[in-house]
């Protein structure tokens, strides 16, 4: 592997768990980056929003990125916000392919209705905010260079399979330059 995998996505999409299952197959390292995060601020994600604010964390999510990514090959899981700013997909496209795990709303809102470790979703209408981010978040997630849709009762090791079905064809295809497009 020449280039790091970098799987984005909603929170609930299976990012953390596709990616260790990835990483597995790969016999290369798995870096979450909201764990590394935690684990260098001695805090839970929650902690950190609710004590330094959203902005702080981006910062730090950004930092963390960076580092992990000028790193040897590896499969990287990101926090759902992460591929919002354009620093990281500057990052992210400077060593990695990044995959969108594009899973439907009603999908992650079963995967995180009664998790409290989702500070976003941490309002009085948490389905309205899940599905506001979703709509504002859906078009950047689509600029990843693979997509791959999340279904329903498809297992953690079918998605992995996928993914690294696609992105070895992705890897496969030759580049096309403005010049060659049709």
Not at 37 to 58: C, Q, V
Not at 60 to 82: Q, W
Not at 92 to 111: E, I, K, M, N
């Amino acid at each position: 592997m020449k280039r790091s995998i970098v799987l984005v996505g909603m929170m609930g999409a299976g990012k953390s768990a596709v990616g260790a299952e990835l990483a597995r197959r790969l016999g290369v390292p798995h870096l979450d980056t909201d764990a590394e995060i935690a684990r260098a601020a001695a805090a839970t994600i929650p902690e950190i929003f609710a004590r330094d604010g959203e902005d702080f964390f981006r910062a730090r999510e950004t930092e963390v990125l960076g580092r992990v990514l000028r790193g040897p090959p590896a499969v990287v899981s990101t926090g759902g916000g992460a591929w919002m700013r354009p620093e990281n997909r500057v990052l992210v496209a400077g060593a990695g392919v990044s995959v969108w795990l594009d899973c439907p709303l009603a999908l992650l809102w079963h995967r995180v209705r009664h998790k409290p470790t989702r500070p976003l979703l941490q309002t009085q209408d948490p389905l309205g905010t899940l599905t506001r981010l979703l709509e504002e978040r859906a078009p950047t997630y689509a600029l990843a260079e693979v997509i791959i849709p999340v279904r329903e009762g498809d297992s953690i090791e079918t998605t992995a399979s996928r993914v690294l079905e696609a992105v070895r064809a992705h890897q496969a295809a030759p580049a096309i330059s403005p010049a060659q497009e049709p």
